[in-house]
Nanobody, 116 residues
Framework: VQFVESGGGLVQPGGSLRISCEAS????????VGWFRRAPGKERERVLC????????YTADSVKGRFTASRDNARNTAYLQMNNLKPEDTALYYC??????????WGQGTQVTVSS
């Protein structure tokens, strides 16, 4: 099980960014994909979860109305679309093949920095 997150970067407050999560070594098709983040000095936080049928099954209150997720099973890839970004969204973002927080096969993550 391996995940490669990409697409992070520096964005101004109010901006948008889409990050990707590509799975290798297995098919994402039957799995819920969870998006998590860890801000500096804080615990890892669950952000969004998307079911195999592309239904959002969990959305953190802090990102409701701003973030959404999608997936392309043919590409074995999931996406996190982040709109109206705020400085408090600054974090290292990860994906997982579950919505559970006790996942263990974390990738390197992709850094998102929201700053003017």
């Amino acid at each position: 099980v391996q995940f490669v997150e990409s697409g992070g970067g520096l964005v101004q407050p109010g901006g948008s960014l889409r990050i990707s999560c590509e799975a290798s070594g297995f098919s994402l098709d039957p799995y819920t994909v969870g998006w998590f983040r860890r801000a500096p000095g804080k615990e890892r936080e669950r952000v969004l979860c998307i079911s195999p049928s592309a239904t959002l099954t969990y959305t953190a209150d802090s990102v409701k109305g701003r973030f959404t997720a999608s997936r392309d099973n043919a590409r074995n890839t999931a996406y996190l679309q982040m709109n109206n970004l705020k400085p408090e969204d600054t974090a290292l973002y990860y994906c997982a093949s579950t919505c559970r927080e006790d996942f263990s096969s974390w990738g390197q993550g992709t850094q998102v920095t929201v700053s003017s």
